[in-house]
């Protein structure tokens, strides 16, 4: 079976951090670029960040740019997303995503054949 599962996320004050952990299985999970979205309430879903699988580029959302870092373990199957610094704008549910090839695609306008059921991270004092 096909899935990705998310987990890490939670409630942290402004300013504080969180680790998101997208664990995969089912597939050959180094074979494809990983992404990272969120969907806040009444707002469209946004691309957050994505890895590469051969080159390890990265590419992140101008809004957590320099806040958030995107990273894999092909050994073990597991994308993370740290987070610092957070905003109340960040609260979200928080998804992971599989792209459908290996190469992260500009703008967060790929395919994505297999999502996670998302994990909440709300920021507030």
């Known amino acids: 079976q096909l899935q990705v599962v998310e987990s890490g996320g939670g409630l942290v004050q402004p300013g504080g951090s969180l680790r998101l952990t997208c664990a995969a299985s089912?597939?050959?999970?180094?074979?494809?670029?990983m992404s990272w979205f969120r969907q806040a309430p009444g707002k469209e879903r946004e691309g957050v960040a994505c890895?590469?699988?051969?080159?390890?580029?990265?590419n992140y959302a101008d809004s957590v740019r320099g806040r958030f870092t995107i990273s894999r373990d092909n050994a073990k199957n597991t994308v993370y997303l740290q987070m610092n610094s957070l905003k109340r704008e960040d609260t979200a549910v928080y998804y992971c995503a599989r792209e459908n090839t290996f190469v992260c695609s500009g703008n967060f306008r790929g395919r994505y054949d297999y999502w996670g059921q998302g994990t909440q991270v709300t920021v507030s004092s």
């Open positions: 890895i590469n699988t051969y080159s390890g580029l990265t």
């Open positions: 089912g597939f050959t999970f180094s074979n494809y670029a």
